[in-house]
């Protein structure tokens, strides 16, 4: 439903170039938080947010335009509507990592979590990556797969460390690496939960976009 060259198309192209932004941000944010010493990044995370923000409106604007002079397509403008929300929210938590990389003294090290803080890591990085082509693509397997190994695996490592540090049961972190440990943590849930969100609009229509597929 998103071939026709129209704004509606035009608006979905903005989507994809906030996703690439994000990608970026992203990458750029957890070098700074895990790999270096010091927290300067290549590129300028807050002017990418502000992009991305620009990005949003401009998409909100192309759809209502279209949809008021036209009437078309409104099943597919309600999609991009509610996909580029989410979108905008991955590049706030990518932002934040960035700011939890400036208040962090050195590199964020997970103690005894970090081979499970690696893992959810680079798995969100893979799932970013993942969700983009499915979404560019329109691949309903690939997108498939995304939302499976979010729920069943992502989601609950991450809420796993971040409980494991609430109750006690991780000693070897000071204070201050456990609370950041715990926000970065809880930062790549939410990024990996928009990612999912952004796919499930690929296989389902737009009332239970968001949600698990329904059966047919």
Not at 113 to 125: A, D, I, N, Q
Not at 166 to 174: A, H, M, R
Request: hydrophobic share 35%; aromatic share 6%; glycine share 6%.
């Amino acid at each position: 439903m998103f071939r026709k060259e129209n704004l509606i198309q035009l608006a979905l192209d903005e989507c994809h170039e906030m996703l690439e932004l994000d990608w970026q941000m992203f990458q750029a944010s957890v070098e700074s938080l895990r790999r270096s010493d010091s927290n300067q990044v290549t590129i300028d995370i807050r002017d990418m947010d502000k992009r991305v923000n620009k990005y949003e409106r401009d998409v909100r604007r192309k759809v209502i335009t279209h949809l008021s002079v036209t009437g078309d397509d409104v099943s597919a403008g309600l999609v991009v509507v509610s996909v580029v929300v989410d979108i905008e929210r991955i590049g706030d938590y990518t932002k934040n990592i960035h700011e939890l990389a400036e208040k962090h003294p050195d590199r964020l090290g997970g103690g005894s979590l970090e081979p499970r803080l690696s893992s959810v890591e680079k798995r969100t990085g893979d799932l970013f990556q993942r969700t983009a082509k499915a979404f560019l693509d329109g691949n309903e397997d690939e997108a498939r797969k995304v939302m499976s190994e979010y729920k069943d695996e992502l989601s609950s490592d991450c809420e796993s460390i971040i409980m494991d540090i609430v109750s006690g049961k991780v000693t070897d972190l000071s204070p201050g690496n456990a609370a950041a440990v715990a926000l970065y943590a809880r930062y790549l849930k939410r990024i990996g939960s928009h990612l999912r969100t952004i796919v499930t609009s690929v296989v389902n229509p737009f009332p239970r976009i968001g949600y698990k597929e329904k059966p047919l």
